[in-house]
């Protein structure tokens, strides 16, 4: 059974820090992984979408990137703004018709 | 393109009584599926529609839980009766190939 975890489950930055939010898998038998946002009291925006034969995907800021073998996957974010405080999600999707697991998220807040 | 819709965004409801919710996929995704977010937690998948046929619905609570994707398009979830730990927000989501696209989420209280 696939198990997906977040660290850290908070982080503080100040605004303009470059970070990194980290997704671990339990089963590297995945067909892709996506990253998403959620802002308080809404839905999921997908951010970044990766399928298992990729390595990494970059949008503006963002840069997600895959390791397979190790069970990892890890999101850049580049010059933060205030407005990237949210919580960040990534979902697995397993090989064999499965759905996507969630990892629990990790809240990210940054400070003008 | 217009987004996945859900109503209604806010429910209260007491414990015993039975409550239904409402989505709309993006137009021409034939994938939909349900999810139960439990405060300070992922996603949890509760059911998934390929058209209007059931995919996966091995976590779904049959006792109480109930879904429906009637001529492959919108779909509603019930819950019938509800319960305390049933409070959650519950999310929609749809896909045509690989990517899930959510709605806004309907929050439930259940007192």
């Known amino acids: 059974k696939q198990e997906v975890t977040q660290i850290p489950a908070a982080l503080s930055v100040p605004e303009g820090e470059n970070l990194v939010l980290n997704c671990s898998f339990t089963d590297s038998a995945i067909y892709n992984l996506q990253w998403f946002r959620q802002d308080p009291g809404k839905g999921l925006t997908s951010l970044l979408l990766?399928?298992?034969?990729?390595r990494e995907q970059t949008s503006g800021r963002l840069n997600a990137s895959l390791d397979k073998s190790s069970g990892r996957s890890t999101l850049y974010i580049a010059a933060s703004q205030p407005g990237d405080s949210a919580t960040y999600l990534c979902a697995v999707r397993g090989n064999y018709g499965q759905n996507f697991v969630f990892g629990p998220g990790t809240r990210l807040s940054v400070l003008p | 393109e217009a987004g996945v819709a859900q109503s209604p965004r806010y429910k209260i409801i007491e414990k015993r009584q039975s409550v239904a919710f409402w989505c709309n996929p993006i137009?021409?995704?034939?994938?939909l599926y349900w999810y139960q977010q439990i405060l300070g937690q992922g996603p949890k998948l509760l059911i998934q529609f390929q058209n209007n046929g059931v995919v996966d619905d091995s976590q779904l609570p049959k006792d109480r839980f109930s879904a429906e994707r009637l001529k492959g398009v919108d779909s509603t979830l019930k819950i019938q009766p509800a319960k305390l730990e049933d409070s959650a927000v519950y999310l929609c989501?749809?896909?045509?190939?690989?990517?899930?696209?959510f709605g806004p989420g309907t929050r439930l209280t259940v007192l």
């Open positions: 137009s021409g995704h034939a994938t």
């Open positions: 990766i399928q298992s034969s990729q």
């Open positions: 989501a749809s896909s045509s190939s690989n990517e899930q696209f």
